[in-house]
């Protein structure tokens, strides 16, 4: 059963930071690439950062680029870490974080229709 788990996100000030992880699962994790997204209540769900199967390539959106900084592990048991360290945080990074997968992409690599798979999310909420 194919598996993303996020953990890390809680309550930071602004111009602080977080290290979110997502642990992945029952798919062979190194034919996959790999991504985040963010969705605010009241907003549609937003990629934030992906990166591809070996690693070797990510991609952000405009909104964290030079803050926000992806990346992966792959573990001796086959399973995937799956990190997004967050610097520099703002109010308006407050959201709920998923951690999500994909194998076939014919858009960006930033469209939540590029992945298959995706976690429960994790809550990150900044104040000001």
């Known amino acids: 059963q194919v598996q993303l788990v996020e953990s890390g996100g809680g309550s930071v000030q602004a111009g602080g930071s977080l290290r979110l992880s997502c642990v992945a699962s029952?798919?062979?994790?190194?034919?996959?690439?790999m991504g985040w997204f963010r969705q605010a209540p009241g907003k549609e769900r937003e990629g934030v950062a992906h990166?591809?199967?070996?690693?070797?390539?990510?991609?952000?959106?405009d909104s964290v680029k030079g803050r926000f900084t992806i990346s992966r592990v792959s573990q001796e048991n086959g399973k995937i870490t799956l990190y997004l360290q967050m610097n520099s945080l703002k109010p308006e990074d407050s959201a709920m974080y998923y951690c999500?997968?994909?194998?076939?992409?014919?858009?960006?690599?930033?469209?939540?229709?590029?992945?298959?798979?995706w976690g429960k999310g994790t809550q990150v909420t900044v104040s000001s």
């Open positions: 990166i591809s199967t070996a690693g070797g390539s990510t991609v952000y959106a």
């Open positions: 029952g798919y062979s994790y190194s034919t996959v690439y």
């Open positions: 999500a997968a994909g194998t076939y992409c014919r858009g960006g690599y930033l469209d939540r229709y590029c992945y298959n798979y």
